[in-house]
Nanobody, 124 residues
Framework: QVQLVESGGGLVQTGNTLRLSCAVT????????MGWFRQAPGKEREFVATIDWRAVQTEYADSVKGRFTISRDNAKNTVYLQMNNLKPEDTAVYFC?????????????????WGRGTQVTVSS
């Protein structure tokens, strides 16, 4: 059984930083891409960042490019999202998910296993 648990969310002011972590249990992590998505109230879940299984290729939404960094530690079965220069529009529940084998993806439907999310709130 695959389980994903996000942590690291919180309430911060504009311009501050947060680092999200996602711990994955189950024999699936190492050969699969991982992704971070977010969902604000009244909005659809949207892509934030993805990383391939070797941590060689990454992709980012235009809204976070240059501010967020996705990384992974396959020895620890953990994926991270470093979020710098946070803005009020980054406020959302952030989810991690296991993606397709090997390659990255921006498509929500290509992600099979999801965590419950962690709340990030950025005050102005």
């Amino acid at each position: 059984q695959v389980q994903l648990v996000e942590s690291g969310g919180g309430l911060v002011q504009t311009g501050n930083t947060l680092r999200l972590s996602c711990a994955v249990t189950g024999n699936i992590f190492r050969n699969y891409a991982m992704g971070w998505f977010r969902q604000a109230p009244g909005k659809e879940r949207e892509f934030v960042a993805t990383i391939d299984w070797r941590a060689v290729q990454t992709e980012y939404a235009d809204s976070v490019k240059g501010r967020f960094t996705i990384s992974r530690d396959n020895a620890k079965n953990t994926v991270y999202l470093q979020m710098n220069n946070l803005k009020p529009e980054d406020t959302a529940v952030y989810f991690c998910a296991t993606g397709p084998p090997l390659r990255t993806s921006r498509i929500v439907d290509e992600y099979d296993n999801w965590g419950r999310g962690t709340q990030v709130t950025v005050s102005s």
